[in-house]
């Protein structure tokens, strides 16, 4: 027994040496200064504004998430910016259509709209696929 008390005795005062010497270690490292330079950040301010790039993301998610008019609202301003925009148009477009299919909204609108990109952009057949899937 008194064998197994020293032996127990000696391990705790061991034990007890090795935490105060790494908890001691661990309190100068944190202490020092690892970065000499100071860390540069990223104004976002001073970066170029993308309105056109930013409004299509905006209405993709919109239109993702199934809220039309708002997608259609950040179409409309995407191509206040380039208004000559196929796909800008193709979207605002879809945007109407979907509004009048799910919401029975803004049908003549739609269908205005599919009808002008028609005569305007000839040759492509999105804006037919458009009318025959949402409007008939």
């Not at 661990?26 to 104004?43: A, F, M």
């Not at 005569?119 to 409007?135: C, N």
Request: hydrophobic share 40%.
């Amino acid at each position: 027994r008194k064998y197994f008390a020293v032996t127990l005795l000696t391990s705790a005062i061991a034990f007890l040496a090795v935490f105060f010497i790494f908890q001691s270690i661990l309190s100068i490292r944190s202490n020092r200064r690892v970065y000499q330079e100071p860390i540069q950040t990223v104004v976002y301010s001073k970066l170029k504004p993308q309105p056109f790039r930013d409004n299509m993301k905006r209405g993709f998610l919109q239109l993702k998430g199934k809220d039309y008019f708002m997608a259609a609202g950040s179409f409309e301003r995407a191509l206040k910016v380039e208004p000559n925009s196929l796909v800008g148009e193709y979207y605002l477009t879809k945007s109407y259509c979907s509004m009048c299919f799910y919401k029975n909204q803004a049908c003549a609108v739609a269908k205005k709209k599919v009808q002008a990109n028609r005569q305007q952009y000839p040759g492509e057949y999105k804006f037919e696929y458009l009318e025959k899937i949402y409007l008939k």
